[in-house]
């Protein structure tokens, strides 16, 4: 038992008051019971020993905290402005703005298009057995953290593309806090569902005001049926004394591809834990992953790739970039079953650290049940190159012009493979931007020209 | 003098490599500095654009009248000096047109200019990957990113072009090309030549000195200048060799 009394009563009310308000389906109150159960029985995940899947992670500071549900209404005083200086906006985009968790209806902007978009509660209320097939599929509550979100959500977003649908607009949802309060938590849950042979592009953005300090705790469930595609974003900057825990859990079906980048700024403590079950014959996935962690952060990407039939790839490519005196940890495990014959797996975990307090526990991992199977991984740590500095200084760059330019060079590979542009840009942004609050004050940095 | 370099000391990891190097370049002036390997010439050129890791135990180098070894190697950049780098640093993921145009920028804020507009910033470029001739597809890579040791040459010459310094110093940038690299190489040196310009060509071999005619030719052996004279030394030591002068020391 791993939780602290003020906090486990906390969440204890919260479940007490969900049940008791009525309105939900017998199958969702039973979806909850079984989750609470769990949470009660688990907690959360602090044990320091035999707990291999936190290993790094200390989240003792967020299971000590009492988080506050947030009321209804938390979107009233947030302006269209607000949300589009924290996350990438595009008016062309299908965009639900969810405030602690919330929909907020009057900050969305619906764009024509094939996918069906939907908030948790309208399709539950609409559609209740469909999302009861669905809800929990992919994610297991097993973890602590999913079940306070099983038991727990509030609400979220149902995408779903028709069969045979084809290349798509992009849908954005975003989860904002509005930091009107100190200590709120929300539990984003999302349900996206590809349609065999459709194509879908997703975007998630997890972001909140500097310095307010909450929790997010999302989960993201996305089964991609056979032949359909899916293009995923996870962009989260959340403010720097926010906690995140966001499970992302995909199931791919016979052919079906997943092609996601995560770009991670921010947060006292984050998780980033991704899981791939590769459960149809030629499905591939390709994981990217950009994270920039400064000053005393604490940033965990988790991945677990399940091959579990043959002729599927996986590829992780992922890059960090550390300032200060954070951490980062970067732990990819794949496992190939016995079955998942000709798997093509790769691993790559690339990090710059900027500074001498700077760590990364970087552990890509392989478990091998298969015979024939082509596996390569491998991690790098360095500092900038002392070579290049010099090379950029002898052309009459300063010191600190020359190291954020070569830290958007580093990013770069990851950045300017994302296809929608108005969140490359914002990426891009953020990374000088991000660069330049680490203390690596620049006067040359105004010169340096988008050309 | 434009560089004027005064008894200069150099030591690396305890090893002295300079033993009390003296040279004066003016304005207009092209210097060869030629010398077997191990001889000291890319040191002489490193220390004079500051390059980390040299101690200087002794003499000066003056430049414009004042001297570089207390100033960072940024600063030398902007005051005027160009190391071409016998191996160029490759940069992955920094943007050719960015570098280029925040180094060019860089100097321009130094003396009072305002930046470079994108539109005056470009034609200069367009106009220098032509001179140099560099494939325009290659330059939209990272910096020197993947390029080829020839390319790699062409790619400094193309930021001598642009950068246009003072003095200019080639650290062996001669080696390893072909000959129409050399003739591109030597035509850019000679066009750039002017009476308030100086460059200093390092080179192991003669050869680029058939497309290039220096003022002056030193030679360096074991950490000093054995001899200096004019463009008649080059060929006497492709004649000779270096052991001609070695036995004369």
Same mark, same amino acid.
């Given at each position: 038992m791993t939780h602290s009394p003020t906090a486990y009563e906390t969440y204890e009310a919260d479940f007490l008051r969900l049940a008791r308000r009525g309105g939900e389906p017998a199958w969702l109150r039973e979806i909850r019971a079984a989750a609470w159960d769990r949470f009660a029985e688990v907690g959360f995940p602090t044990e320091t020993r035999g707990n291999e899947p936190w290993k790094y992670t200390n989240v003792g500071p967020i299971a000590r905290s009492a988080f506050a549900y947030p009321d209804d209404g938390a979107a009233d005083g947030v302006s269209p402005a607000q949300v589009k200086a924290l996350a990438p906006w595009d008016d062309g985009w299908t965009t639900l703005v969810f405030v602690d968790g919330v929909y907020a209806p009057a900050l969305s902007r619906i764009s024509a298009g094939a996918a069906r978009v939907r908030t948790i509660s309208g399709a539950v209320a609409a559609d209740g057995v469909a999302v009861s097939e669905r809800l929990g599929r992919c994610a297991s509550i097993e973890d602590g953290f999913t079940a306070v979100? =099983? !038991?727990l959500m509030r609400d979220g977003a149902v995408v779903e593309t028709q069969d045979d649908s084809g290349r798509d607009t992009p849908v954005h949802l975003v989860f904002m806090a509005s930091g009107a309060s100190p200590d709120r938590v929300s539990y984003p849950r999302t349900l996206a569902l590809a349609g065999r042979n459709s194509r879908l592009t997703l975007v998630e953005s997890y972001v909140g005001p500097p310095d307010a300090r909450y929790f997010t705790n999302a989960v993201v469930e996305i089964a991609v049926s056979e032949g359909a595609s899916v293009e995923h974003y996870r962009y989260m900057t959340e403010s720097e004394k926010a906690f995140h825990v966001g499970a992302t859990r995909v199931r791919l079906d016979a052919g079906a591809s997943f092609a996601s980048t995560s770009f991670a700024t921010g947060s006292r403590i984050a998780r980033n834990d991704l899981n791939v079950h590769i459960d149809g014959e030629g499905a591939s996935c390709l994981l990217k992953g950009l994270y920039l962690t400064s000053g005393s952060q604490h940033l965990d990407n988790h991945i677990n790739i399940d091959? !579990?039939?043959?002729?599927?790839?996986?590829?992780?490519?992922?890059? +960090?970039?550390?300032?200060?005196?954070?951490?980062?940890?970067?732990? +990819?495990? &794949?496992? &190939? *079953?016995?079955? !998942?014959?000709? =798997? &093509? !797996? *790769?691993?790559?975990?690339?990090?710059?650290?900027?500074? #001498? +307090?700077? *760590?990364?526990n970087t552990k890509p991992s392989l478990e091998i049940y298969a015979d024939d199977i082509q596996a390569t991984h491998g991690a790098t740590a360095g500092a900038v190159a002392e070579d290049a500095l010099f090379y950029m200084r002898s052309r009459g760059l300063d010191e600190d012009t020359a190291r954020q330019l070569l830290v958007a060079g580093f990013a770069a590979e990851i950045i300017d493979s994302i296809s929608l542009d108005a969140l490359r840009e914002r990426a891009a942004l953020t990374v000088s931007s991000g660069h330049a609050a680490t203390g690596a004050k620049s006067q040359q940095g105004r010169a340096i020209a988008d050309v | 003098m434009l560089l004027e370099i005064r008894d200069l000391r150099v030591s690396v990891d305890g090893a002295e490599i300079l033993k009390g190097v003296s040279l004066a370049v003016a304005p207009g002036q092209v210097h060869a500095i030629m010398g077997p390997n191990g001889s000291g010439k890319s040191t002489l050129a490193n220390v004079i654009a500051g390059r980390p890791g040299y101690d200087v135990t002794g003499g000066d180098v003056v430049y414009d009248g004042e001297s570089l070894l207390d100033m960072t190697p940024d600063e030398r950049a902007l005051a005027g000096v160009f190391l071409a780098f016998q191996y160029p640093v490759e940069l992955p993921g920094v943007r050719n047109r960015q570098f280029l145009k925040s180094a060019m920028d860089a100097r321009r804020e130094r003396a009072g200019h305002d930046n470079l507009s994108a539109r005056e910033f470009d034609k200069m470029y367009r #106009?220098? &990957?032509?001179e140099v001739e560099i494939g325009e597809e290659l330059m939209k890579r990272g910096v020197n990113e993947g390029f080829s040791g020839g390319e790699k040459k062409r790619s400094e010459m193309l930021q001598l072009t642009l950068i246009d310094p003072r003095l200019a110093l080639l650290d062996e940038t001669d080696s390893g090309l072909d000959i129409d690299a050399l003739r591109l190489v030597a035509g850019i040196v000679n066009r750039r030549r002017r009476p308030d310009n100086a460059t200093v060509l390092v080179t192991h071999y003669q050869r680029i000195l058939g497309h290039i005619t220096p003022d002056y030719v030193h030679v360096l052996l074991d950490g000093k200048i054995a001899q200096s004279g004019g463009r008649e030394l080059a060929l006497k030591l492709e004649e000779k060799g270096y052991e001609w002068l070695k036995e004369g020391s």
């Amino acid at each position: 038992m791993t939780h602290s009394p003020t906090a486990y009563e906390t969440y204890e009310a919260d479940f007490l008051r969900l049940a008791r308000r009525g309105g939900e389906p017998a199958w969702l109150r039973e979806i909850r019971a079984a989750a609470w159960d769990r949470f009660a029985e688990v907690g959360f995940p602090t044990e320091t020993r035999g707990n291999e899947p936190w290993k790094y992670t200390n989240v003792g500071p967020i299971a000590r905290s009492a988080f506050a549900y947030p009321d209804d209404g938390a979107a009233d005083g947030v302006s269209p402005a607000q949300v589009k200086a924290l996350a990438p906006w595009d008016d062309g985009w299908t965009t639900l703005v969810f405030v602690d968790g919330v929909y907020a209806p009057a900050l969305s902007r619906i764009s024509a298009g094939a996918a069906r978009v939907r908030t948790i509660s309208g399709a539950v209320a609409a559609d209740g057995v469909a999302v009861s097939e669905r809800l929990g599929r992919c994610a297991s509550i097993e973890d602590g953290f999913t079940a306070v979100n =099983t !038991a727990l959500m509030r609400d979220g977003a149902v995408v779903e593309t028709q069969d045979d649908s084809g290349r798509d607009t992009p849908v954005h949802l975003v989860f904002m806090a509005s930091g009107a309060s100190p200590d709120r938590v929300s539990y984003p849950r999302t349900l996206a569902l590809a349609g065999r042979n459709s194509r879908l592009t997703l975007v998630e953005s997890y972001v909140g005001p500097p310095d307010a300090r909450y929790f997010t705790n999302a989960v993201v469930e996305i089964a991609v049926s056979e032949g359909a595609s899916v293009e995923h974003y996870r962009y989260m900057t959340e403010s720097e004394k926010a906690f995140h825990v966001g499970a992302t859990r995909v199931r791919l079906d016979a052919g079906a591809s997943f092609a996601s980048t995560s770009f991670a700024t921010g947060s006292r403590i984050a998780r980033n834990d991704l899981n791939v079950h590769i459960d149809g014959e030629g499905a591939s996935c390709l994981l990217k992953g950009l994270y920039l962690t400064s000053g005393s952060q604490h940033l965990d990407n988790h991945i677990n790739i399940d091959h !579990a039939k043959p002729h599927c790839s996986s590829d992780q490519f992922f890059k +960090g970039i550390l300032s200060g005196r954070s951490r980062a940890v970067f732990s +990819g495990r &794949v496992l &190939v *079953r016995k079955d !998942a014959q000709k =798997t &093509v !797996a *790769r691993q790559s975990d690339k990090n710059l650290l900027l500074s #001498e +307090g700077a *760590r990364i526990n970087t552990k890509p991992s392989l478990e091998i049940y298969a015979d024939d199977i082509q596996a390569t991984h491998g991690a790098t740590a360095g500092a900038v190159a002392e070579d290049a500095l010099f090379y950029m200084r002898s052309r009459g760059l300063d010191e600190d012009t020359a190291r954020q330019l070569l830290v958007a060079g580093f990013a770069a590979e990851i950045i300017d493979s994302i296809s929608l542009d108005a969140l490359r840009e914002r990426a891009a942004l953020t990374v000088s931007s991000g660069h330049a609050a680490t203390g690596a004050k620049s006067q040359q940095g105004r010169a340096i020209a988008d050309v | 003098m434009l560089l004027e370099i005064r008894d200069l000391r150099v030591s690396v990891d305890g090893a002295e490599i300079l033993k009390g190097v003296s040279l004066a370049v003016a304005p207009g002036q092209v210097h060869a500095i030629m010398g077997p390997n191990g001889s000291g010439k890319s040191t002489l050129a490193n220390v004079i654009a500051g390059r980390p890791g040299y101690d200087v135990t002794g003499g000066d180098v003056v430049y414009d009248g004042e001297s570089l070894l207390d100033m960072t190697p940024d600063e030398r950049a902007l005051a005027g000096v160009f190391l071409a780098f016998q191996y160029p640093v490759e940069l992955p993921g920094v943007r050719n047109r960015q570098f280029l145009k925040s180094a060019m920028d860089a100097r321009r804020e130094r003396a009072g200019h305002d930046n470079l507009s994108a539109r005056e910033f470009d034609k200069m470029y367009r #106009e220098a &990957v032509r001179e140099v001739e560099i494939g325009e597809e290659l330059m939209k890579r990272g910096v020197n990113e993947g390029f080829s040791g020839g390319e790699k040459k062409r790619s400094e010459m193309l930021q001598l072009t642009l950068i246009d310094p003072r003095l200019a110093l080639l650290d062996e940038t001669d080696s390893g090309l072909d000959i129409d690299a050399l003739r591109l190489v030597a035509g850019i040196v000679n066009r750039r030549r002017r009476p308030d310009n100086a460059t200093v060509l390092v080179t192991h071999y003669q050869r680029i000195l058939g497309h290039i005619t220096p003022d002056y030719v030193h030679v360096l052996l074991d950490g000093k200048i054995a001899q200096s004279g004019g463009r008649e030394l080059a060929l006497k030591l492709e004649e000779k060799g270096y052991e001609w002068l070695k036995e004369g020391s």
